[in-house]
């Protein structure tokens, strides 16, 4: 499996060759078990020491960075949060990157200064995950506004979770996108639980796509356990924004298989909960979809998995070998000596 920037998909399957649209299913399959196999990696790394700090699995949710960011090219942006190797991965930043970030070590996508909750890479304009609840959401305008000042044709995706519907960075943000006909993605993940907080607890009104509809913009609810239907209304979206209508808001309604974070002890859900949405796992679905329609096999789908498994294997193994920044870089991008900048730069 490659790591080099994806390259967006055609807008639609609809039309084309069999053979093509079962190829690119298999693309789409790869991609989520690389996220599958590298999470439940960083299950063991954290687990065994080898990775510190908070850590935010996006297992059971591959279905939406991997279907979002099929609609996306080179010349788009993402914004992330903190849950968001899935993310990074999909928009095309190497394995061993990302994976030498986790173990901050000085290989890592952003030098090993950012670890799990900040994965940057410029030149895939993957700005960042953001460790604060709806933190992104300005930034994404920003780059948005950015973007249509100079008059380019580039989309500003932002991932955020449910919980930054409790945010004033939210309502902000998708009133000035309108306002302003913002190029502007809103891609809510809405994984039922803010933390540990559900989110019929939280809001008189759940029905996330309705909310954001009502500030002007074209919003609706996926199943975003079907990464074809999280494709579909991404493609439809990007397409609405890239025709100058403005911001978009897709509610993508999913579900994480593990704690918020690994220090979570997860008493706030019920077993019973977890294992009916198990029953839905995006992973299982498109390859059970596949294997109906005859374009995909055991042997096949064993040698996709091999291909995943290895290359996070590959990452480990590079990140482990990898060197930490030393004591005499610490303070390097921190603070600048008297004379570095000149004046008025």
């Not at 998909?9 to 299913?25: E, L, N, V």
């Not at 943000?173 to 809405?190: F, H």
């Not at 639980?193 to 009104?205: F, I, K, R």
Request: charged share 25%.
């Amino acid at each position: 499996m490659s790591t080099n920037q994806r390259k967006p998909a055609k807008p639609s399957r609809r039309g084309t060759h069999q053979d093509a649209a079962a190829k690119h299913q298999r693309d789409l399959l790869a991609f989520m078990l690389l996220i599958r196999h590298f999470e439940e990696r960083c299950v063991e790394l954290y687990s065994a020491a080898r990775i510190r700090g908070f850590v935010h699995l996006y297992i059971g949710e591959e279905a939406v960075a991997v279907g979002v960011l099929d609609a996306l090219g080179p010349a788009d942006s993402v914004v992330s949060t903190y849950r968001e190797h899935g993310h990074a991965l999909a928009r095309g930043v190497p394995t061993d990157a990302v994976m030498a970030e986790m173990y901050g070590k000085t290989t890592g996508c952003s030098r090993g200064r950012g670890g799990s909750m900040h994965l940057f890479d410029v030149g895939r304009r993957f700005f960042g995950g953001n460790a604060i609840v709806a933190g992104g959401l300005p930034l994404a305008a920003g780059l948005a506004l950015a973007e249509k000042m100079r008059g380019g044709p580039g989309v500003v995706c932002c991932f955020f979770g449910d919980g930054a519907f409790a945010e004033g960075e939210f309502h902000e943000t998708a009133n000035l996108a309108v306002l302003w006909g913002l190029p502007l993605l809103l891609a809510c993940e809405n994984n039922l639980y803010a933390m540990g907080t559900p989110l019929s607890v939280e809001h008189g009104q759940t029905d996330l796509a309705m909310r954001a509809a009502s500030y002007g913009m074209p919003a609706w609810a996926v199943d975003g356990m079907d990464v074809l239907a999280v494709e579909d209304a991404a493609h439809r979206a990007v397409g609405g924004i890239r025709a100058g209508h403005g911001p978009y808001f897709l509610e993508l309604r999913t579900y994480r298989f593990r704690a918020h974070s690994m220090y979570d002890p997860d008493r706030y859900r019920n077993k019973e909960e977890i294992e009916r949405w198990r029953t839905r796992d995006p992973v299982v679905l498109l390859t059970q979809r596949m294997k109906s329609a005859g374009d995909l096999n055991d042997e096949a789908y064993a040698e996709l998995d091999r291909r995943a498994t290895d290359e996070v294997d590959r990452a480990v193994t590079a990140a482990e070998a990898a060197p930490v920044e030393s004591v005499g870089d610490l303070l390097r991008y921190v603070t600048t000596a008297p004379g570095d900048l000149s004046e008025g730069h």
